[in-house]
């Protein structure tokens, strides 16, 4: 069980993207980062240096993120509550994807933000070691099947 465990982490890389402070000014909201252009769990985390903050972090594509500075109707991906502090981790799929601290609170907000991103590494075998594997596979599916075969035939031939 262990050695499963330890062959999915090693599958994963884990780049931290943003682990700073940022000044958000009252009624107002910042995209963070550069948009995440490739599928991945997204971790992000905020604590608010103000007791009575209303913040929270916000997942969304950047055309969603066009549409909602433009006030018009947008999607979120997800979003955490508002409040001093919150987490979120989700699995994104969506290129494009943009992580935006919005500050609903009537004063500016002292956020600290931290955003992880998981990957798995993605490895392709060769097109020969693709060809030996269903060979392979192919033989030892024949092979069990004429097995099979041959123990039902003597069996009827009982």
Known sequence: MTALLWLMLIGWSRIELVNQDFQIPAADRWAVGDPIHQAAWIECAFFA??????????????????????????????????????????????????????????????????????????????????IEVILISFGVFFGIVSLSARKLLRAIGK
């Open 49 to 130: 240096e103000a007791p009575d903050a209303r913040v929270r972090v916000v997942l969304l594509s950047r055309a969603d993120w066009r549409a909602w500075l433009a006030g018009r109707e947008h999607d979120e991906i997800d979003a955490t509550p508002i409040g001093r502090h919150g987490a979120l981790r989700v699995a994104v799929h969506e290129p494009d994807t943009v992580v935006v601290i919005d500050n609903r609170g009537a004063q500016p907000a002292t956020v600290h933000l931290r955003v992880v991103l998981d990957q798995p590494r993605v490895g392709y075998l060769s097109r020969g070691r693709q």
